[in-house]
């Protein structure tokens, strides 16, 4: 059975901070990864990684992957309120269909 | 510049009654998917569909049914609604399929109560 488990469930940081999610998985036939951003509503799609070492970034936000290690790591730096959220891992196992997501973790920043 | 919307946003059922979620995209996708969000649980595939006129079975399909007589319109129907689907509901779609070569665009999601 496929698996994808985020670390930390949750987490509470200040403005300002720097925060490391982290996304490791176990599955059949790894294909991309991806990162999503769940604020009140619907999933909003950050990143998606299939190569391992290449770093995607986007403004405050990076990720990578490795998938000798199987896990990947999204950074936010300088956080920010607006980057209070549920961030989601997911993984394509080798179907169109075929994808698995985490549970998610949530950040929440404070003032 | 809708995207994907979801119709109704809330719904509260008593068990035994039925009803059907609307989901349109104007992103002419051909992939269409229907995930339920419950708490503790990563988002899970109830019924998917890879074209006009298609549709399969997800991860949890039962009491479901789903149909995609046009392209944009992915409908989820419950027959007969339990306690147990009590959930958040959320379509998506997708060009190519969701993680081969690209992202799943995904709707405002439906809350729904089976009381």
């Known amino acids: 059975e496929d698996k994808v488990v985020q670390s930390p469930l949750s987490l509470v940081v200040h403005e300002g901070d720097t925060v490391t999610l982290n996304c490791s998985y176990e599955v059949t036939n790894f294909r991309s990864l991806l990162w999503y951003k769940q604020e009140k509503k619907a999933p909003t799609f950050l990143f998606m990684l299939t190569s391992s070492g290449i770093e995607k970034k986007s403004g405050r936000l990076s990720s990578i992957l490795d998938k000798k290690e199987l896990f990947s790591i999204l950074n936010i730096t300088a956080t920010q309120t607006g980057d209070s959220a549920v961030y989601l891992c997911a993984v394509n196992s080798g179907g169109y269909q075929k994808v698995t997501f985490g549970i998610g973790t949530k950040l929440q920043v404070i003032p | 510049n809708a995207g994907v919307t979801q119709t109704p946003k809330f719904r509260v059922l008593k068990t035994g009654q039925s009803m059907t979620l609307l989901c349109a995209q104007d992103?002419?996708?051909?992939?269409m998917y229907w995930y339920r969000q419950d708490p503790g649980m990563g988002l899970r595939l109830i019924h998917y569909?890879?074209?006009?006129?298609?549709?399969a079975k997800g991860e949890v399909p039962d009491g479901y049914n789903v149909s995609r007589l046009k392209k944009q319109n992915f409908l989820l129907g419950l027959e007969s609604a339990a306690p147990s689907q009590t959930s958040v509901y959320f379509c998506?779609?997708?060009?190519?399929?969701f993680g081969f070569g690209t992202e799943a665009f995904f709707g405002q999601g439906t809350r729904l109560t089976v009381v």
């Open positions: 998506a779609s997708s060009s190519t399929g």
């Open positions: 992103m002419n996708h051909e992939y």
């Open positions: 569909s890879v074209g006009e006129g298609t549709t």
